[in-house]
């Protein structure tokens, strides 16, 4: 039972836009800096957005991120079959004084 | 290139010890914090533990307190992660991270890791 709640799939056609959720609490997401990670088949998680809705240097515009009150949200647009992945979102619990991960939600490019 | 290179893993039988490492290079290793991350199969991401930049503090998940102790030698750009009393629930990948750090205040962003090994297995089993 992960912190963070994540919707286990999605799915979309190549070039429409999807939405992955991640729900939190006041003592994770409603106080703390959300990060988003994509994990492709086999390989190393890599850092989409933090800070809510910042992208690292590389990472194309089609991926966005906001956050409102305990829940954040992770946008991609123009999807791509290469988009196919697992996503995660993570944030510091200043309860838990832990990171926080939730479980995951496999994109499904049709 | 910025990277980071793991090593140690393998099979241990349950109650054993074993150490990891992950060797920095590209970037000044002794300004970022540093964080294990693992993933048993099949499974989703879990935040392991969290070393600051000279060791003074860090973190773990509740899992592996009292088991599990991380350390670093910024001399030897390196971070550690010693296992002792594992369990089969500690079967995992291990992935150490670098934590992402604006470039001008400094300021590090607790959650995000912007720079990744490649993973290592641990497999605890008789």
């Known amino acids: 039972q992960s912190v963070l709640t994540q919707p286990p799939s999605v799915s979309a056609a190549p070039g429409q836009k999807v939405t992955i959720s991640c729900s939190g609490s006041s003592s994770n997401i409603g106080n703390n800096y959300v990060s988003w990670y994509q994990q492709l088949p086999g390989t190393a998680p890599k850092l989409l957005i933090y800070?809510?809705?910042k992208r690292p240097s590389g990472i194309p515009d089609r991926f966005s991120g906001s956050k409102s009150g305990t829940s954040a949200t992770l946008g991609i647009t123009g999807l791509q079959t290469g988009d196919e992945a697992d996503y995660f979102c993570g944030t510091w619990d200043s309860s838990l004084s832990a990171v926080v991960f939730g479980g995951g939600t496999k994109l499904t490019v049709l | 290139e910025v990277q980071l290179v793991q090593s140690g893993g393998g099979l241990i039988p349950p109650g054993g010890s074993l150490r990891l490492s992950c060797a920095a290079s590209g970037f000044t290793f002794s300004s970022y914090w540093m964080t294990w991350v693992r993933q048993a199969p099949g499974k989703g991401l879990e935040w392991v533990a969290s070393?600051?930049?000279?060791?003074?503090?860090?973190y773990y998940v509740d899992s592996v307190k009292g088991r599990f102790t991380i350390s670093r030698d910024n001399a030897k750009n390196s971070l550690y992660l010693q296992m002792n009393s594992l369990r089969a629930e500690d079967t995992a990948v291990y992935y150490c991270?670098?934590?992402?750090?604006?470039?001008?205040?400094?300021?590090?962003?607790?959650?995000?890791?912007?720079?990744w090994g490649l993973g290592t297995m641990v497999t605890v089993s008789s």
């Open positions: 991270a670098r934590e992402h750090s604006d470039i001008l205040t400094g300021y590090s962003f607790a959650g995000a890791f912007d720079i």
């Open positions: 070393i600051k930049q000279d060791g003074s503090k860090k």
């Open positions: 800070d809510n809705n």
